[in-house]
């Protein structure tokens, strides 16, 4: 099998490109580096992966043949976005547009990278796939929202006009090593304060609930939906929900830290619930999440103290 990656250097890509070599897979790994960085991938140059360093919002050119393409290629932290807004868009809809292109000329089976941000600050509660969403298109928030929504349109109607074979799946907050230490996520931020004796910073009053995966139980499902029969999206993500506020605390116990919580303003539109219903992907795909919320904080807590040492 030959896969391409895009987005390949980053926290999410990375993984995924590690996942395809150990199934034997030769990988061409392309990204342009904005929020991706080579050393999530400096392990696998000695493997069957091939980098390429392009923009995915420009044509894509890949010479023999390819049998699947993976587009994972965008900014995925409310920060990044809202500093590379216009970015943010052109990947989301034409690197998106040229990632379907290549893969309906190489006749491959395309993946994309979605999100629960199409559900938007949701007024349903748990999402389950067939929830159209709650989202503000003209918000801080909507620039990757929209994106991601853009692209599943296009997703599908490549698949419905051109009959490429498509893959859908809707991420949820996922967590672990290779997360850029100052992404402004909130496991990384957490975690970097809480290491470094800095006050933690909660943003509102931390009632805000997320549902956190790690990343191995994430590839684990887009392994297996990429090998399964559905052209729907599915929900992969760790229906485990917990406030903002109790991630915090967890992760001051679980670092041994005397970091204080400090609250400061809510971002705008930040959803104030959200929890995957995963009826799909469990009778679809066989799947559930098996790495509990401790054990994988203490994995990316030794990430990230090997990182500030
Ligand atoms: N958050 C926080 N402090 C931080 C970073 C994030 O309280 O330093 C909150 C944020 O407002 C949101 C939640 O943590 O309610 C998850 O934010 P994140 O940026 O990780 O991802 P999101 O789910 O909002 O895309």
Redo the contacts with the bound molecule.
Sequence with gaps: MRTVVTGAAGFIGSHLCEALLDRGHSVIAIDNLLTGDLSNIAHLRSRDLELIRHDVTRHIDIDGPVDFVLHWASPA???DYLELPIQTLKVGSLGTHNALGLAMAKKARFVLAST??VYGDPLEHPQKESYWGNVNPIGPRGVYDEAKRFAEAMTLAYHRYHGVDTRIVRIF?TYGPRMRLRD????P??MS?ALEGED?????D?T?T?SFTYVTDLVDGILRLMDADTNDPVNIGNPHEVT?EQ??RTIITLTGSRSRIVY?P??VD??KQ?RPDITRARTLLGWEPKVGLEEGLMKTIDYFKRKLS
């Design positions: 932290s409310p920060v629960s941000e907050n402004g996520r909130a496991v931020a957490f304060q933690v910073t909660v943003f509102g931390g805000q997320r903002i991630i915090a400061r809510l971002p930040d959803p959200r």
